[in-house]
């Protein structure tokens, strides 16, 4: 490493820590301070942690609503994540492997569903229709509709680096159509199903204006919902929103710390083109 | 003897469960929203009013704001992110002491609740109590009204779109600089280019499809942003940074489902208009390299 | 134990014909080599018998039995590819008795079928590796077992010793012909290369753009090529081909005399300068500047003193001479 390496990292770092790192270090004093000091909204040092107090507050809060927010995300993501990846595989499967001009079809919807912006209240309608309208179910299927394009995208390129003579000699030793895809090539996809897995459910976790349009309602709120309300619930009590803000960071940032690589490949799947 | 018929490996049934999920809750409301957008609706009945929906919007003022700020916003974001991501991929790729932990740290804010960020940042640009006054302060200056000032508000929410979001374009940017050959530098190196030469001579055309990917990417999250608006101003003050996903949500509320809807339209036309003549654009380009 | 009769198959792709109206029977038991160019459709003609292509015309018959369009598992068949084709994420265990779980055979039989399977191939040691962990022979030793426990009626080969280095294809030649001497199944093999279809072939298909050229043994079709094409294919060096002036003068439209019957001397026919000899050591290999020829090719035996620029007169060994 030369010295202009050197000395340009340490003042990248410390500018790095001032506009990435304080903002989080805000979130963390103000979630264990208590409710007078939080309130003057400055970067202080906190004079007592509360952090358990705050805590118990923020989970106890309108009958324990964060626990059942943090329930029905949790559904929703693993609902919409399985089917995502089943779904997903699939059509990249028999999009990779056959060629038709039914693919001209599948390959414009995958297009319309990464460009278009979703018709909301026409979806609400349908949804009614459907007895879908503020269900989780409802909201999975929806998580499944709008996540599928960049799934089959991605499973679209990566089953293309699997050679078709694997599908042939299984097709040899008697596998039926079902049986090549589960049992040869499903298990092949592991990397980029995991990458979709990491990528998939910080999407829908985080995401907040579909269930603001599609899951209204006490019993149905999910976590950003929830913290979204708590906005004006807690407007005197910082500290409990910023505990809020502090519980829904950590998944993610856990999720980041385990599967760094996988988030890393995912996000820049992007840019091998389609 | 029976010959028994063969059938494709590949079965069209594989494509079914996606097909019928896909459908019914994507294309089918896409393509009532056509319909819909021409009717007075309250979900039940709807009835024609030919193009009043498209007349309204274009007439009344805080309609069109919205419209102007949509673009305003998708520009300045993807503008921004566009430089700021290649400038810190480049420094990212240079060997830097720290390197590692450093796209750690500028890629982190991606994986954030855009509402969390939100309503940190409010707080943090709170007019008087907000570290980013008392920062200004702490140096003599007097800060905006950053989130108050109703010429300014936009901006502010682009600004805070941009530390959220730039971390995504470095890293596609840190992938497109990876696939440069440094065969390129090398051979640029013997030529006599300097370091300021060798970035606009070699890495941006040879970084060109990171770039689309980049600005395609982040226009259409730019035009159809929404919730980061909405957990920072919810459009205000006024209707100051109103945007096209705001007004939709705001005419939803207010039981307006044509004109909502017809927002929808406006924003499906406008991002079309403005992405696919520039995927146009930009195949044509990469054909000329 | 199968014969496989072949009426009238074509395939086309599009507007292209890769084969066009083939007719052969494979006898039960037989090994039989399809070698070619690339491009001539051997292998889609393989696959065509595998069912992996549909023929768009003709009909096939394997053991007796009309198969046309049934699917590639319901033929009897077994077939070792080119890549090999192991499933990476299954251990050599796995692979070999990939086929026996699907046809829902008890666990305890897929073992004992597999071990006896891997005993003959010597891979016990490697059952619980998976295919990255093996080196090119062994892989290709897995795909032969994964073949074998099928128990087909005809083995496919596709060029299954392409991948290997020169020094491991020939002890696999050999491994491969005891098989077939062992298992006496009929086999179909696909090769570019006439040294592989000469060494194991009881039968040599020699295909050029979709159509057979010639069928027979390695030695009728050395001995007697019916056409240029498979006078130039088999054999090596290849044989001196010559159209025009000389062959008009012998009373044909092509006129072929193999290197090796060649002779050189101070008489002969042809004058010729010595352009360039390879020494093989045994052999050695004569290129000639021919006047009125142009390049001929002589084989010769290996302790010659010609060098490069010598004169020589060439002249063909009588009765060995082709004329088309």
Redesign the interface.
Known sequence: MTRRQYWTGIIATVVALVIFVVPFVFIAFTAVKDKAQASHLDFTWPLQFLFWQNLVDVVTTRNYMLLLAYFNSSIITVGAVAMLILFGAMVGYVLQRRQSRWNQVIFGCVLAGLIIPPAVVPTIWVMQGLGLFKTIWGMVLIQVAYGLAFSVLLYRSFIATIPRDLDEAARIDGAKPLQIFLRVILPLLKPVTVTLIVVQSIAIFNDFTNPLYYLPGKENVTVQLTLFNFQSQFSTQFNLLFMNILLVTIPPLIVFIFFNRQIVAGMTAGAVKG | ?R??????????W??L???V??V???????V??LW?SLTR?D?YTASYIGLDNFRQFFSEQNLTLGLMNTVIYAVLTSATKTVFGLLLAV?LT??????S??R??????????????G???T??M?PT???FN?GLAAIGLHGPGWLTDASLALYSVALVDL?KGVG?AT??Y???LAAISPDYYEAARIDGATRVQQFWRVTVPLVQ??T??VIT?SL?GG??S??LI??MTKGGPGFSSDVL?SV??KQ?QAGF?GL??AG??I??VL??TI?LPLTWWFNRKEVDL | MAEVVLTGIRKSFGAVDVIKGIDLTIKDGEFCVFVGPSGCGKSTLLRIIAGLEVATGGTLHIDGKEVSKAEPSERGIAMVFQSYALYPHLTVRQNIGFGLSLAKMPKDEIARIVEATAATLQLEKLLDRKPKELSGGQRQRVAIGRAIVRNPKVFLFDEPLSNLDASLRSQMRIEITELHAKLATTMIYVTHDQVEAMTMADKIVVLNGGTIEQVGSPMELYNAPATPFVAGFIGGPKMNLFEGKLAEEMRCRTYGIRPEHVLLGAEGRWQGRVKHVEHLGADAIVHLDVAGLGALIARISGDTGLRPGDDVRASPQPGKEFRY
């Open positions: 003897m010959c028994p018929v063969q059938r494709s490996p590949y079965p069209y594989f494509v469960p996606a097909a999920v896909f019914t809750l994507f294309l089918v409301p896409t009532a929203s819909f609706w979900l420094l240079s060997g830097i002491w720290g390197q932990f450093l750690t740290v500028v890629f982190f804010p991606v994986l954030v609740s855009t509402i969390g960020v309503i940190t940042f707080v943090l709170h109590k907000g570290l008392v530390w995504l890293l596609i840190i992938a497109g499809p990171a689309v990917t990417l259409i035009l159809r929404f919730d909405w957990a996903a939709i949500y939803y489902y909502s809807t929808n339209v924003l499906f991002i079309a992405i």
